[in-house]
């Protein structure tokens, strides 16, 4: 992938040097176990954690209710003996976050009719504050629509690519841009529905979790598609994102923590299905592709 060193992003907020914690919550825009939200990265770890113990870890957080919101951001001036790989990181992180805002800044007017907005990126270790709860490196990176910010702690690119087969720089912004994904929700209003269709129908929370998530990795093609165009990646760029893609379904998952495939307990997704949508937004371009609501 090619991208140039734009400095640290200004809409970046660089938390790894609080040390403050809190209590133990989700945040939106993740996957869900009852009132429980996991990001990812926190499935991920979940599923790293079950073949090391040889325990179903997810089946502890089947049910259970989120933790109140918190409407504190304790924030520090980043750390001064940072590792010089991990502030590279900090470093493309901040060029897909703007390159993906400034492609939304014209793309959502243009196709959507509504105005972009940004949205704040918060690199954190190990936990911080969030207005979903409490953001811990467990639960991944993630979208809080309470506050308008994608949360992450850099360790998750460590297991996305040793444990998970999904290396590279791309499979990284694939991350980023499908959390970005869940922010064009929030904007377009989608996520505010949807939270409302699952509040008045629950046994129709997961479908409709599978959707929303779905339509984000859409969202990330759609940023994709433009990167294409002006040649910042090449083939074996997609490749990588699809990789990353696959590697979150849930059937893959569920497969590798040795538990039985059971769609109805889905919440992001097949891998056939992620790469279906993202693979569709890279295509088209076009946010009126991304109608997982309306299509299969």
């Not at 996991?38 to 259970?64: E, P």
């Not at 569920?254 to 279906?276: L, W």
């Amino acid at each position: 992938m090619r991208w140039t060193d734009e400095g640290t992003s200004a809409d970046i907020e660089d938390r790894r040097g609080d040390d403050s914690g809190g209590s133990y919550g989700g945040g939106g825009g993740g996957l869900g176990f009852g009132g429980m939200h996991f990001g990812i990265g926190g499935t991920l770890l979940l599923l790293v954690l079950s073949l090391i113990f040889k325990t179903n870890l997810f089946q502890f957080f089947s049910q259970g209710d989120s933790a109140a919101p918190s409407s504190s951001y304790r924030t520090s001036a980043p750390p001064t003996n940072s590792d010089p790989a991990e502030n590279q990181e900090v470093k493309f992180v901040s060029f897909v976050l703007n390159d993906s805002q400034r492609t939304w800044e014209k793309i959502l007017p243009e196709q959507a009719n509504t105005q972009y907005r940004h949205a704040k990126l918060v690199l954190f270790r190990n936990i911080t504050d969030s207005a979903c709860g409490t953001a811990q490196s467990a639960t991944g990176p993630f979208y809080c629509p309470g506050d308008e910010r994608v949360y992450i702690d850099l360790a998750f690119y460590d297991e996305l690519k040793r444990r998970f087969g999904a290396p590279g720089e791309f499979a990284q912004g694939y991350v980023i841009t499908h959390e970005i994904g869940h922010h064009i929700q929030k904007l377009l209003g989608t996520e505010a529905k949807v939270r409302q269709l699952q509040s008045r129908n629950p046994g129709a929370r997961n479908a409709l979790s599978v959707r929303i998530e779905l339509q984000a990795d859409c969202y990330a093609g759609v940023w994709a598609h433009s990167t294409e165009d002006r040649k910042i990646i090449d083939p074996s760029d997609v490749e990588s994102g699809l990789r990353a893609a696959a590697a979150v379904g849930d059937d893959n998952i569920a497969k590798m923590s040795g538990r039985g495939v059971s769609p109805e307990s889905f919440t992001h997704g097949s891998s056939a299905q992620r790469t279906q949508w993202f693979k569709r937004g890279l295509e088209s371009g076009q946010v009126s592709s991304c109608d997982t609501f309306s299509n299969q």
